[in-house]
C-alpha cells in the first residue's frame, strides 16, 4: 500500500478553522481525510478524537433508547428482554458460588469423611437450577429478540422512509446527501437500529456477567496470597489480545472524500456496468460488440493487478492488514501463566498451598471464562465509536435542509378560475443545474395567457425540459422570477403549486408497481375507482396493450421483487451429471421467463401516458375529463418522442379535445402538426428562447423557426 503523505493544501471547510488534508492512496482510489487543527498538537490524535466522538455521540444512543420505549407494543417486550439480559448476566457468577461451595463440601468430606447432605441438596438444586434457568432464558430471548429487532427495524425503516421521501431534487441528487443517507441504511447489512439494540443488549449483559463475576472472584481470592497476582495475569493476558483495539485507524466521523481517476479502473467498471445492465444487452449483442468489451475489461483488470477493489473493501481492511499486532503474539502464553505459577509454588511450597488442586483447576477455568467476556467487551468497544457514529447518522439525516423553500400562500385563491386555466410568465430567468458550468437557460421571457395552448420548440438540449421542470420548482432559478396566475411561484405552498399543475416528463420512468397501481396514482384520490382507471387507460390509447397482457392492469412492467434462483448457472451439469435447467420451477411457481413483458419503446411510451408519474402529477386525463378538477396548467415534455406518426396525430388531437379551458404547455423537438394550433411557439437554441409568437408570426418573420420548418414540412412532401 502507498505511504500515507500529508499535503499542506490547506482548505477552509470552515472559515474559523483552517483544515489540513490527509491523503492517503487506497489501492486505486485517492481518500483525503479532513484534519482539525485544534488536535495537531495533540500526540495520538486519533485516540482523543475517538474518545470525543463517542462523547459526542452519546445523547444520540439515548435518544434512541427513549425511541426503542415508546415504539408501539415495545416498550414491554423491551423491559423483558432487558431483565432477562441483565439475569444471564448474573447467572454465571451465581452457578460460580455454586460451584465454590460445591468444592467446599468436596473439600469437606475428603478430609473429615462426612458430608452435610441436606446442604449438598441445596447446593446441588440450587446451581441446576441456576442452570436451566440460563438456558430456559436463552430460548425465551431467542423468541423475544426476533419480534423486538423486526417492529425496531420496521419503524427506523419508516422514518428513513418518510426522510427519503421529503427530499427535492436538487438536494437528492447531491453526491453528499447520498452518502450520508447510504450512511444511515447499512446497505445489505440491516438496520442501524436493530443492531445498536442488539450491541446494548450485549454490553448490558457483558457488564453484569463481568462485575457480579470479578465480585465472586474478589471473594474467593481474598484469602489467596497470589490472588492479586493471578488478577493481574488474566486482565493482562485479556488486554493484549486486543491491544490493536486503539490502533489508530479509519475514523468514519471525519469528512473525507475519495475520488479515483485511474482509467483502466474506470474502463473496468464501466465495462462491467454495460454488461451487468439488461437495458444495453440488445445494443451489446446487435452491435457484436461483446468481444470488444472483453477484451477491454481483460486488458484493463489486468494492467491494474492487485490494485483492483472496490472503495469500500480496500478501506475497511487497510489497517488490519497493514499492522502487526505482537500483543496477539503473547496472550496465548500469558494465558497460561496462571497455571504455571500456581504449579512452581505448589513445588517450591507445598505447605502454603491455600487452594486445593480442584479449586485451583475452578479458579482457572472460571478466570479463563471471566477473561473471555472481558475480552467480548473490547471487542465489543472496538466497534462501538463507529456503530455510535451510524446512530448519529440516522438521526442526522432528518436534518438534512430541502434547497426548494416551500412557500406560505395558497394557491389558488379561487379555486373556480383554474377551470379557465392558468397564467404562466418568466422574467428573465437564468439558470444553472447544480455543479454544472453552463447554463441550461439564460435570461428567458415570455408570457403565457389562461387557456393558452403553447408548443416550445428547439434542438436536444436547447432547454425545453429546463423551463418545465422550473415551473414545478424542481429546482429554482438563479436568477428572474416565474409568475403563476400572476404570483411568484416561490411564494406559494409547493403542494398547492403542485396540486394545480400535471406534469409529464420525457424520461418515463414507471413505478415499480402495477399498471393499475400507476395509473392510480397519477390520482390517488380515485386510485380505487375501476372505471376511472379504465377510462384512463381507454382515453390513453392503452387499453388495447393491457388487454393483451395475461395480468391485464395487474401487470408489473418493472417488476420491484425479481424472482430468486439457485447459484448453479443453467445449462452447466451438475457433479452427478444432471442438466441444470430452471424451466420446471418457473412453470412451478409461476414465474416469468423474462424480466421485462417485451413492449416496444411506443408502447412503453403509451403505457406511461397514462402513467403520470409521482403525486405531483395530477391525473392529466382526470382534469381533462372533469371540471371539479384542480388542475389548471397541463405540462408534456416531449409526450410523442418515440411514437409513430400517427400515434402522435391521435395523442396529439386527443390532448388538445381534452384539455377543455385549461392551459397547455408542450416541449416538441418536431415542428409542425401541433405547432400550427398553437397559441404561442417558443423557439429555442442554445438555452436562449431565439424567437416566439404563432405560427403565421414566425413563418412571416422568416426566422430560424420558418427555416426548420420549412425543412421538416419538404421531408414530408
Ligand atoms: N440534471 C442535469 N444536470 C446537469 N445538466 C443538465 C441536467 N439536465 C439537463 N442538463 C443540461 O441542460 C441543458 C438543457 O437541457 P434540457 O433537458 O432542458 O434540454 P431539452 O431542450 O429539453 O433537450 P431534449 O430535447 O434532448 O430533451 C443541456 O445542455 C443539458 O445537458
Not at 135 to 159: M, N, S, T, V, W
Not at 434 to 459: D, E
Request: aromatic share 8%; glycine share 8%; hydrophobic share 40%.
Amino acid at each position: 500500500m502507498a505511504a500515507e503523505q500529508v499535503s499542506d493544501k490547506a482548505r477552509s471547510f470552515d472559515p474559523e478553522d483552517r483544515v489540513r488534508v490527509k491523503h492517503t492512496k487506497v489501492g486505486v482510489w485517492d481518500l483525503y481525510e479532513e484534519l482539525p487543527c485544534q488536535f495537531d498538537h495533540v500526540p495520538g490524535a486519533s485516540r482523543v478524537e475517538r474518545i470525543l466522538e463517542i462523547k459526542q455521540n452519546l445523547p444520540y444512543l439515548w435518544r434512541m433508547m427513549k425511541e426503542f420505549v415508546s415504539i408501539e407494543n415495545c416498550g414491554f417486550l423491551l423491559c423483558i428482554t432487558l431483565s432477562m439480559q441483565l439475569l444471564i448476566g448474573l447467572i454465571p457468577a451465581i452457578t460460580l458460588w455454586y460451584s465454590g461451595q460445591m468444592l467446599a463440601i468436596i473439600n469437606t468430606a475428603i478430609s473429615t469423611r462426612t458430608v452435610d447432605k441436606g446442604l449438598l441438596l441445596r447446593i446441588s438444586l440450587g446451581d441446576l437450577f441456576y442452570r436451566t434457568l440460563s438456558r430456559f432464558l436463552y430460548a425465551c430471548l431467542g423468541r423475544i429478540r426476533p419480534i423486538l429487532e423486526r417492529r425496531i427495524k420496521r419503524h427506523f425503516d419508516q422514518r428513513l422512509f418518510c426522510v427519503r421521501s421529503q427530499l427535492d431534487l436538487p438536494t437528492s441528487e447531491d453526491p453528499i446527501v447520498q452518502r450520508q443517507l447510504a450512511g444511515a441504511t447499512l446497505l445489505g447489512r440491516g438496520s442501524i437500529a436493530a443492531r445498536t439494540f442488539g450491541t446494548c443488549m450485549f454490553l448490558m449483559r457483558a457488564t453484569a456477567n463481568v462485575g457480579s463475576q470479578c465480585g465472586v472472584h474478589m471473594r474467593l481470592l481474598r484469602e489467596q496470597p497470589d490472588g492479586l497476582l493471578l488478577v493481574v495475569l488474566v486482565f493482562v493476558s485479556a488486554w493484549l489480545e486486543q491491544a490493536k483495539m486503539f490502533s489508530p485507524g479509519f475514523v468514519s466521523a471525519r469528512v473525507w472524500a475519495a475520488t479515483t481517476k485511474n482509467q483502466d479502473y474506470l474502463r473496468m467498471q464501466g465495462c462491467k456496468q454495460i454488461v451487468d445492465d439488461l437495458r444495453h444487452r440488445k445494443e451489446l449483442i446487435a452491435g457484436n460488440l461483446v468481444q470488444y468489451l472483453v477484451s477491454q475489461f481483460m486488458s484493463a483488470a489486468n494492467l491494474l493487478g492487485d490494485d483492483e477493489g472496490d472503495f469500500e473493501e480496500l478501506s475497511s481492511d487497510r489497517h488490519v492488514a497493514s499492522k502487526w499486532n505482537p500483543g496477539s503474539f503473547l496472550s496465548a502464553p500469558l494465558a497460561e501463566l496462571p497455571k504455571i505459577i500456581f504449579t512452581i509454588r505448589a513445588a517450591h511450597q507445598p505447605a502454603s498451598i491455600p487452594v486445593t488442586l480442584t479449586s485451583l483447576h475452578l479458579i482457572e477455568e472460571t478466570a479463563g471464562n471471566l477473561s473471555y467476556e472481558i475480552q467480548q467487551l473490547y471487542r465489543e468497544s472496538k466497534y462501538l465509536t463507529e456503530e455510535l457514529a451510524d446512530v448519529r447518522r440516522l438521526y442526522d439525516v432528518e436534518k438534512i435542509p430541502n434547497r426548494i423553500v416551500d412557500g406560505a400562500d395558497p394557491f389558488p385563491e379561487d379555486m373556480q378560475k383554474i377551470n379557465t386555466g392558468i397564467s404562466v410568465e418568466f422574467r428573465n430567468v437564468s439558470f444553472k443545474y447544480p455543479g454544472a458550468n453552463t447554463y441550461a437557460l439564460s435570461n428567458a421571457s415570455f408570457k403565457l395567457l389562461a387557456g393558452q395552448l403553447c408548443i416550445i420548440v428547439g434542438s436536444n438540449g436547447s432547454g425545453k425540459s429546463t423551463i418545465l421542470k422550473l415551473i414545478v420548482r424542481l429546482y429554482d432559478p438563479d436568477d428572474g422570477e416565474i409568475l403563476i396566475g400572476g404570483r411568484n411561484i416561490q411564494t406559494l405552498k409547493l403542494s398547492d403549486l403542485r396540486q394545480a399543475i400535471s406534469v409529464l416528463f420525457q424520461d418515463y420512468t414507471l413505478f415499480p408497481l402495477s399498471i393499475r397501481d400507476n395509473i392510480g396514482l397519477g390520482d390517488p384520490e380515485h386510485a380505487d375507482d375501476e372505471e376511472r382507471i379504465g377510462r384512463a387507460a381507454e382515453l390513453g390509447g392503452a387499453s388495447e396493450i393491457i388487454a393483451r397482457l395475461p395480468d391485464g392492469l395487474d401487470t408489473y412492467i418493472d417488476r420491484p421483487a425479481k424472482d430468486h434462483y439457485g447459484d448453479l448457472p443453467t445449462g452447466i451439469h451438475t457433479l452427478f451429471g444432471r442438466h441444470v435447467d430452471y424451466g420446471g420451477l418457473r412453470a412451478a411457481g409461476d414465474m416469468s421467463s423474462v424480466t421485462n413483458i417485451g413492449l416496444s419503446g411506443g408502447q412503453m411510451q403509451r403505457l406511461a401516458v397514462l402513467c403520470l408519474h409521482g403525486p405531483r402529477a395530477r391525473s392529466f386525463m382526470r382534469s381533462m375529463v372533469s371540471n371539479e378538477s384542480r388542475v389548471g396548467l397541463l405540462l408534456f415534455d416531449e409526450p410523442s418522442a418515440s411514437l409513430d406518426v400517427s400515434a402522435e396525430y391521435d395523442l396529439f388531437t386527443r390532448l388538445r379535445e381534452l384539455r377543455g379551458n385549461k392551459t397547455m404547455l408542450f416541449s416538441s423537438h418536431r415542428f409542425g402538426n401541433l405547432t400550427r394550433h398553437a397559441d404561442v411557439i417558443l423557439y429555442m437554441n442554445d438555452s436562449v428562447i431565439v424567437e416566439s409568437g404563432t405560427h403565421e408570426k414566425l413563418l412571416a418573420h422568416n426566422g430560424k423557426y420558418a427555416q426548420l420548418w420549412k425543412l421538416q414540412a419538404q421531408a414530408f412532401l
